[in-house]
């Protein structure tokens, strides 16, 4: 992060319009809190498989349960329309903060992923609602910068607080196996904490809601998904999409145990590799990538990211190969672990880019009044993937062989799916050229295409 970067985020409020920083004002406060709280979270799968001996079916279901809370989150967006914003934020987000000081008195695998997964099924119901408030109280102009910024710090204070909790994890939990009871409830604190700075936002255009003069339209929730029919490219977007993401689904689960079992990471390793070295680097390139897809078109960035990510499970597989007592290297011996830091290396490199174009991905396709449509279908699509897509894990494990020959299969088949959904992207990226007469237009131009378009013709004087 760039000094002035770093300055700018701490002077940000003087330079924004009156009418904005009351919102950045707790906006800013409520995201630093539930930084701690996302950093706890992020230590969920590596307790559940390191100090709990969490099978991968137990892990799929944690998985699962969020998707589910996708699925849910369509359709309450829908529900949502034309009402109040803010309670269907404030008290998904408080049950799901309840649910860290439950955490905190579990010690069966089976209840903590569980009571884990339900806490992602909550807190995936108000995401919408979220993203409402934020873009009722943001102009368009600021609001890219001002959620950079927010998130950037967010990002950062959990992972500042995943290390600290793995270093605590790792050098006190032998003698005190049940020190991650003591740590969950800061999470839970700190997130409702910040549950109540952002019930503080006055969201804007909303009156009581006893007030409204207008009933709420009926919302039909499967009408949406017919645009899948209607447009052809989006339909093969998305196609495209499922295989990445199943495959990255379907190693979920298994990760945890192939660190764990075949790796023989202790909890420090895991929590490094899963959760700091790709937030991390998250946090560093963020900025870059904002930059690249403003003028790049995001179809192609995303193939050629999912042939990046790939380099991931391709790691994995190689570390199998590795003996378990290290790799000599000199005077060293290099854990296998450490090769797969290589894939978390490169998978920290595109996982800000993989997060802007899973947004801006599904608007490319949208004219500008059917954005939430076309981005309401792809969190549906998603979340129906991931309610069986962790399980297929576990299976596949079984369908390839099994143990640890199974686990090492499945790597190399994610690796494969992953490398021909990029392909696939550059297949339609190419497609689109040829039906558009050989331009391959970024986002922004295409948008600016649309808005000349629609101008009403100039007469001349």
């Not at 884990?116 to 807190?123: H, R, V, Y």
């Not at 039909?220 to 977007?237: A, S």
């Not at 640890?404 to 992207?425: I, N, P």
Request: glycine share 12%; aromatic share 12%.
């Amino acid at each position: 992060m760039a000094l002035a970067e770093i300055r700018n985020v701490f002077t940000i409020y003087d330079e924004l319009p009156l009418s904005v920083r009351p919102t950045y004002y707790y906006n800013i406060r409520s995201g630093l809190l539930n930084g701690v709280a996302l950093g706890v979270g992020g230590m969920f799968e590596n307790i559940a498989a390191k100090i709990l001996h969490a099978s991968s079916w137990q892990l799929a279901l944690m998985t699962s349960l969020s998707g589910a809370g996708m699925v849910l989150a369509f359709f309450w967006g829908g529900f949502a329309q034309r009402r109040r914003k803010m309670p269907f934020v404030f008290w998904p987000w408080v049950i799901s903060s309840a649910i860290y000081f439950l955490l905190g008195m579990v010690d069966q695998a089976t209840g903590f992923c569980l009571l884990a997964g339900t806490m992602g099924f909550i807190g995936q119901v108000g995401s919408p609602a979220v993203a409402g408030i934020i873009r009722s109280n943001y102009p368009s102009k600021l609001r890219g910068m001002i959620t950079g910024f927010t998130r950037r710090w967010h990002m950062l204070i959990a992972a500042l607080v995943g290390f600290a909790g793995a270093e605590l994890i790792e050098r006190f939990s032998s003698d005190r196996p049940g020190l991650y009871k003591g740590i969950l409830p800061v999470g839970g604190v700190c997130s409702l904490a910040a549950a109540f700075i952002f019930l503080r936002i006055r969201v804007r255009g909303e009156g009581r809601l006893e007030d409204a003069e207008a009933e709420p339209e009926p919302f039909h929730p499967f009408e949406p998904f017919m645009v899948l029919v209607r447009d052809g490219r989006f339909r093969t977007y998305m196609i495209d999409f499922f295989i990445f993401g199943l495959a990255n689904l379907m190693l979920s689960p298994i990760t945890p145990i192939v660190l764990r079992d075949d790796l023989n990471a202790d909890f420090r390793q895991m929590q490094w590799t899963t959760f700091i070295i790709p937030t991390v680097l998250g946090i560093l390139t963020v900025g870059l990538w904002g930059r690249v897809l403003d003028r790049s078109n995001p179809i192609i960035m995303r193939g050629w990211m999912n042939i990046v990510w790939a380099v991931l499970p391709v790691t994995y597989f190689c570390a199998f190969f590795v003996p378990r007592e290290g790799l000599p290297v000199g005077p060293w011996h290099v854990p296998p672990v450490a090769i797969v830091w290589v894939g978390s290396f490169f998978q920290g490199m595109v996982a800000a880019g993989q997060g802007l174009v899973w947004t801006l991905g599904a608007m490319y396709f949208a004219k500008k009044e059917d954005v939430p449509l076309y981005q309401g279908v792809h969190i549906g699509l998603t979340g129906l993937r991931s309610l069986g897509g962790a399980f297929l894990g576990p299976l596949a494990v079984v369908y390839f062989g099994g143990g640890e020959l199974g686990r090492q299969r499945l790597f190399l088949f994610a690796a494969v799916a992953m490398t021909l959904s990029g392909l696939l992207m550059f297949r339609l990226a190419a497609r689109i050229r040829k039906e558009s007469g050989g331009r391959m237009p970024s986002l922004a131009e295409k948008e600016a295409l649309e808005e000349a378009a629609a101008a009403p013709p100039h007469d001349g004087r």
